[in-house]
């Protein structure tokens, strides 16, 4: 986006550049892919000691940390010597403060500690992570965008703060509305995700066909008849208990699936996805790396981009969003080592720094970097309402838009009150205690509003003045149906942020295609290098393209409200979840473009760290572990009572222990056999080992580890229908900590509020827009 960013490098290189997989498989400080996609545009200095940390931090704007408390010496200095106004990110495991604040984590303890390892598994078989380095890539676009909302604030006038960002929280995150669907419902079979636990050979959201594995999406089939008829089914193109889309989402589709699964078995997966998607039915193919290099769709949108690898050209997922007016691009490739001291040495010595900005001002507060920043927001489902939700948490005022007629269906269709949550002295509706909607829409207002309505379509254009951003994430089609353009939106708003996100984008071959996130998986290569070792890919049980694609939708939303600051224009977003979600195997992909090799699978490995697995402890629960050091393997071997272990050539050393993981697996397997998880998670965490216990998705809310608590991560809000529950505010901490937000608003709760304070309607026009179907609330009487 424009910044120019210094790689602040000890003399033996960033920790990345030594990370798998390597250029020819020969590791060296410049020949880690992984540093090749993570760092370009990058400049790099070597800083040797504390001196040299502040000189470098004395005159930045922004500053980003990853290191555990108590800081090292350089951290401290380079914090200690940051400007006033300057904006400092923290990125740990677990965040700078709490319990955990000291203790080492990784991808692999976080999936365990925030549910993820439960949901991924197999029945009968160990929990599972998701793919290697997900963690990071979330908890770095979760940082991003609290880093652009702190700059936002600071660019009109506010001062520096701190951001608090962890990972276990932003993982967290992405895990909570099925989690809290599970307490609202007390059920147990949502420890597993939307679609229960899976069984090896049994049923799955993948269909094995002629040459790779497909999602169908039944639940979400348009033209059911259509789709059984292409599929030479035609017996249950009529069964009621398919044809009726919600008799179809709650019946046993066991007999459905295996019908479906045999008349797919022997056909093309591709042509297959293709007949269904023109139907309008939910489908994706399973996409390896090189399916995903050709993949006509991102082809079309330009996301690949080039860029070098020792001198060597090959492509990476570039732009997850579209914007004429954003400045993307890769200028140049990852630095080498100390590849920009001299010029960065004679910067720092003739230009100084600018003066600073004004203090922050009161409307403003470091909390809530977003206030007076005002939002419409037409985002049903999940990644929208996550993406803004972001905003809000942020200090936005969000505006929820949503049709009188047609609710969002993440309130629950036509579910009942949830037993766990009804309260016969409280007036309630089944709209508004669906636990999927209220974990996701915290501190917004909602209002509804029939744009098919020449009144509503006027009320909509007479309230754009007012706002600073649309955000939406319907089917591309609708608000072209709406007569609604950027030209259109800035002649009545000048400085207009139009933002849109959708499965493939608003351009390219699959334009008018649905998707949702089980499909959009597959389709981005993710469920391709996820699974158990030996697996051809599994999907994650569709749940992670929508949080993943909304932390991007919301990273972008602020990278234009940042770029609209400087220039004034009007902006137009045009986000794919594809692409999005694509945005973390860009490893991945960069090892096929330079190796020709395609990842699979790795289970609960690392593809550099032995030990790095997940054990059976003594009382049923399970263990995950990971040394990531000699000094953390040799403390381990200490606690397990086996110290000759540091010294065995067999595991002494990094690449020995890679070597021979069985057998180093098999030594941890038996000690942990005689463990209690919870004991042996707080032993190992004190010296320093990644440890924790795979947690059970609903015990991550209902019974939460303090760490969550102690950092409030989790807050009750009291909701006016659904009663108080703990609710998670955001993976950040900003400066003191924000406020408790509002809970997710009721259906149309602020409706006649809005339209009294934004428009002057008064009693008599809203009873008027009642009678017409344009507006009201599930209780207006």
Not at 94 to 101: K, Q, R, T, V
Not at 543 to 563: C, E, H, M, R
Not at 715 to 744: C, F, I, K, Q, Y
Request: proline share 8%; with cysteine.
């Amino acid at each position: 986006m424009g910044a120019d960013v210094v790689l602040a490098e000890p003399p033996a290189g960033h920790p990345l550049r030594f990370e798998p997989p390597f250029a020819s498989d020969e590791p060296g400080s410049e020949r880690s892919l992984l540093h090749a996609y993570a760092n370009w545009n990058k400049r790099s200095v070597i800083v040797d000691g504390a001196a040299a940390a502040a000189r470098l931090a004395s005159d930045a704007d922004l500053l980003i940390t990853t290191a555990l408390v108590p800081w090292p010496a350089v951290v401290q200095a380079a914090v200690e010597a940051l400007p006033e106004d300057a904006v400092h990110i923290s990125i740990t495991p677990h965040g700078l403060e709490g319990p955990l604040a000291a203790t080492p984590g990784n991808n692999l303890t976080g999936c365990a500690r925030s549910g993820w390892t439960f949901m991924t598994r197999f029945a009968d078989e160990a929990p599972l992570q998701l793919p290697a380095r997900q963690t990071g890539y979330l908890a770095g676009v979760a940082a991003f965008t609290a880093a652009a909302a702190a700059l936002f604030r600071r660019a009109r006038g506010g001062g520096g703060m701190r951001i608090d960002v962890s990972e276990l929280e932003a993982l967290c995150s992405t895990t909570a509305p099925f989690a809290m669907q599970g307490i609202f419902k007390d059920d147990e079979a949502s420890d597993y995700g939307n679609s229960g636990p899976g069984v090896r050979g049994g049923p799955s959201q993948l269909f094995p066909t002629r040459d790779g594995q497909i999602n169908l999406g039944f639940s979400e089939w348009g033209d059911w008849a259509g789709a059984m008829q292409a599929l030479d089914l035609p017996d249950l193109a009529e069964d009621p208990d398919y044809a009726d889309p919600a008799r179809r989402r709650q019946a046993d589709l066991s007999y459905l699936r295996s019908r479906v699964g045999e008349a797919v078995r022997d056909e093309p997966c591709s042509d297959v996805m293709h007949r269904m998607l023109k139907l309008r039915c939910l489908s994706g193919v399973v996409q390896d790396m090189e399916r995903l290099r050709h993949d006509a769709q991102l082809a079309a949108r330009e996301y690949f981009v080039p860029t070098q690898v020792l001198g060597q050209e090959a492509y990476a997922p570039g732009p997850y969003a579209h914007s004429p007016q954003l400045p993307w691009g890769v200028h140049r490739p990852a630095p080498a080592l100390g590849e920009d001291q001299d010029a960065i040495a004679g910067e720092r010595a003739s230009e100084g720094r600018s003066a600073s900005l004004p203090e922050a001002s009161p409307a403003a507060p470091a909390a809530r970097p977003l206030s007076g920043v005002r939002v419409l927001a037409f985002t049903p489902n999940w990644a929208g309402p996550w993406a803004s939700e972001l905003l809000a948490l942020l200090g936005a005022d969000v505006v929820q838009l949503e049709a009188p007629t047609r609710p969002d269906r993440w309130r629950g269709g036509g579910e009942p009150v949830p037993e766990a949550v009804r309260d016969p002295s409280v007036k309630q509706h089944r709209l508004n205690t669906c636990a999927l909607y209220n974990t996701i829409n915290l501190g917004k207002r909602s209002l509804t509003l029939n744009m098919t309505h020449p009144r509503g379509e006027e009320i909509f254009w007479r309230l754009l003045p007012k706002f600073d951003i649309v955000i939406e994430n319907f089917s591309p089609h609708v608000m072209r149906d709406w007569g609604i353009s950027l030209d259109r939106l800035s002649a009545r708003r000048p400085g207009i942020i139009w933002a849109s996100a959708s499965g493939y984008g608003a351009s390219g071959p699959f334009v008018d295609y649905p998707a949702y996130g089980a499909s959009i998986e597959p389709m981005s290569g993710l469920s391709s290098i996820h699974g158990y070792v030996g697996d051809e890919g599994s999907n994650t049980g569709g749940i992670i393209p929508d949080p993943i694609t909304g932390y991007y939708f919301a990273a972008a939303v602020l990278s234009a409200l940042n770029q609209r600051e400087r220039t004034g224009e009007a902006i137009r977003i045009d986000l794919g979840m594809q692409a999005a979600v694509a945005t973390h195997v860009g490893d991945a992909l960069l090892e096929y473009e330079v190796t020709g090799r395609v990842r699979r699978p790795a289970g609960n490995r690392h593809p550099r760290f032995a030990p790095h697995n997940v054990y059976a402890a003594r009382d049923g629960e399970w263990l995950a572990l990971a040394a990531e050091s000699d000094a953390a393997f040799a403390a381990l071997a200490v606690q397990i009572g086996r110290a000759e272990l540091a010294e065995d050539s067999r595991f002494k050393g990094e690449a020995a222990r890679k070597e021979n993981e069985a057998a180093l697996d098999e030594i941890i397997a038996a000690w942990c056999r005689d463990q209690e998880a919870d004991t042996a998670e707080a032993s190992l965490g004190s010296i320093g080992v990644c440890a924790a216990r795979a947690r059970r998705l609903r015990e991550v809310f209902s019974d939460p580890h303090p760490q969550l608590l102690a950092r409030e991560y989790l807050r009750s809000v009291r909701h006016p229908e659904a009663g108080s529950h703990r609710m998670p505010v955001g993976p950040w901490r900003l400066g003191a900590g924000a406020p408790t937000p509002g809970p997710s608003p009721c259906f149309g709760e602020h409706s006649q509020e809005i339209l009294r304070e934004e428009l002057g309607i008064d009693d008599a026009e809203y009873a008027e827009l009642l009678a017409l179907g344009v507006t009201g609330a599930v209780h207006d009487d």
